[in-house]
């Protein structure tokens, strides 16, 4: 099970982008969906997470993204997004998405996106 994020690029401090995580051959629906992000010459960390479409839809977010980040489904589109706003210079970072919520539990990375927030 392989996840591909998408969306990202170069945004002014303060700015907005959004974030997809994708997957070809099996519903998301079924999984829950985190997000994390390593900055340069850091550990990756969690960012949000999201319980699958059968429970009761709880979001988790990081302290330093709460109130910015928001985390959704589109189940039609079997997407999860991460939209961003209010971006800051620490956002820089690849940005991954993952079947599991904890960087631990993580067996393989897929492709991630970069972010970077910048004047």
């Known amino acids: 099970v392989q996840l591909q994020a998408s969306g990202g690029g170069l945004v002014q401090p303060g700015g907005s982008l959004r974030l997809s995580c994708t997957a070809s051959g099996f519903n998301l629906d079924y999984f829950a969906i985190g997000w994390f992000r390593q900055a340069p010459g850091k550990e990756r960390e969690g960012v949000s997470c999201i319980s699958n479409s059968y429970s009761d839809g709880s979001t988790y977010y990081s302290d330093s993204v709460k109130g910015r980040f928001t985390i959704s489904r589109d189940n039609a589109k079997n997407t999860v997004y991460l939209q961003m706003i209010s971006l800051k210079p620490e956002d820089t970072g690849v940005y991954y998405c993952?079947?599991?919520?904890?960087?631990?539990?993580?067996?393989?990375w897929g492709q991630g996106t970069l972010v970077t927030v910048s004047s």
């Open positions: 993952s079947t599991v919520c904890t960087v631990d539990a993580v067996l393989k």
